[in-house]
Each structure stands twice: as structure tokens, then as C-alpha cells.
């Protein structure tokens, strides 16, 4: 492949993953969870997340094998955006979705809650299954913010060798 043809997939993919992850994690999601009610924005979550996060996994190894850069720069950035990605693939989505598909559960079998003083009151296991998507949430939404931060540092990178 001609240096041109890999500057130009490595800038393209790179504009990609970083305004596709921008634009989903701070405009798009924030606006679907306002106007969608929750179990339509959960659908929704479900549907876009595994692919999201492939696609934090699997970017950033091409565009250590397009990289204008030095590996040893470009290298530990991009692994850092990949493994963020790699990990709420495949550790944190899971966890995430199981937690919720027993909230349903419960839900569903109407043992969520019980009356307490005359008022419905969450079961210690919902309330542990809440807890539980929460942790890991926030850890997804961190691993997001690294793999989003990483790319920046690339972008930074990158501008460095751009010449005007």
C-alpha cells in the first residue's frame, strides 16, 4: 500500500473514531436518554454499544498499522484507545447487560420491590442489581473517556507532522 493510500485510511479512520465517539458519547446519547423514554433509550443502547465498541477495539489497530508516526509514539496511545474499547466490549457490556436482564427479570416476576411502612420499597437484590450496573457503568463511561482522550493525544501527534 502507497504512503498516500495509508496517511489517507489512517486520517480518515482516525476522523472517524474520534468525532463518531464524540459526537455519539456527548451530543447524540445525552439527547436520545432527554426525549426517548428509558426503555426505548435502553434498546437503543443495546443495539449501538456492541458495535460502538468494536469499533473502539479494532480502529485503533489500524491505524497502528497506517500510522504516519513513529510506532513507538503512536504505538502506546492507540494501544491505550484499543484496550479502553477491548474492555467494555468484552468485560463491561456484559456485566452491564446481565445486571439489567436480571432487573427485568424481577421486574417481570414483580419481586423488585416490597411494602414497607405502607410504601414500595426496592428488594435488597434489586437494589444490589442497581448498584451493580451503576459501578460499571461509570467504569464504561471512563474506559470511553480514555479511549476518546487517547485519540486526541494521537490527533496531537499527528499535527505535529502536518505540513501546511
Known amino acids: 500500500m502507497s504512503t498516500n493510500v495509508k ?28 426525549h426517548l423514554p428509558l426503555e426505548h433509550f435502553s434498546n437503543l443502547q443495546n443495539k449501538v454499544f456492541p458495535h460502538y465498541f468494536l469499533g473502539q477495539a479494532l480502529i485503533p489497530v489500524v491505524l497502528s498499522l497506517t500510522t504516519p508516526l513513529p510506532l513507538r509514539v503512536a504505538g502506546p496511545v492507540l494501544a491505550a484507545s484499543g484496550i479502553a474499547g477491548a474492555l467494555n466490549l468484552m468485560w463491561v457490556l456484559p456485566v452491564c447487560k446481565d445486571a439489567k436482564d436480571k432487573k427485568k427479570k424481577l421486574e417481570a ?30 467504569i464504561s463511561s471512563l474506559l470511553n473517556l480514555v479511549s476518546l482522550l487517547s485519540l486526541v493525544v494521537y490527533g496531537v501527534y499527528l499535527g505535529r507532522i502536518v505540513r501546511v
Do not use: C, W
Open 109 to 138: 416476576e414483580k419481586l423488585h420491590e416490597q411494602i414497607v411502612d405502607g410504601k414500595p420499597v426496592p428488594t435488597d437484590e434489586y437494589r444490589a442489581l442497581s448498584k451493580r450496573f451503576g459501578m460499571y457503568h461509570g
Open 7 to 34: 496517511n489517507a485510511v489512517n486520517f480518515l479512520l482516525f476522523s472517524v473514531a474520534l468525532g463518531g465517539g464524540l459526537v455519539h458519547s456527548y451530543v447524540v446519547s445525552p439527547i436520545a436518554f432527554k
